[in-house]
């Protein structure tokens, strides 16, 4: 399985990001998916996760990024507005076999990068 993040960049603080994550297998097929971020020196966070039914957000993302599935393009998506500088990561996309949004994943993208400047 390979997933495949697009959509980040530089973008100033308010502004707005949508991250992007391309699979080769159905989306659906993963009974949960989510996006990471990473910051040099600190633990990995899961930022949102999404699986039929159920969503989790980290709550310094809840009310500003959206995460969604499109089933006609195979595609997650990761909708960030209001960006703050502490949003500044590298994400990632993330399939699980499981049913637990904030448990173990087990495929996993190569990121993208997202920086806000202030």
């Known amino acids: 399985v390979q997933l495949v993040e697009s959509g980040g960049g530089l973008v100033q603080a308010g502004g707005s990001l949508r991250l992007s994550c391309a699979a080769s297998a159905s989306i659906f097929s993963f009974n949960a998916m989510g996006w990471y971020r990473q910051v040099p020196g600190k633990e990995r966070e899961l930022v949102a996760a999404i699986r039929s039914g159920s969503t989790y957000y980290a709550d310094s993302v809840k009310g500003r990024f959206t995460i969604s599935r499109d089933k006609a393009e195979n595609t997650l998506y990761l909708q960030m507005n209001s960006l703050k500088p502490e949003d500044t990561a590298m994400y990632y996309c993330?399939?699980?076999?499981?049913?637990?949004?904030?448990?173990?994943?087990?495929?996993w993208g190569q990121g993208t990068q997202v920086t806000v400047s202030s």
């Open positions: 993330a399939a699980s076999r499981t049913y637990d949004l904030t448990g173990e994943y087990d495929y």
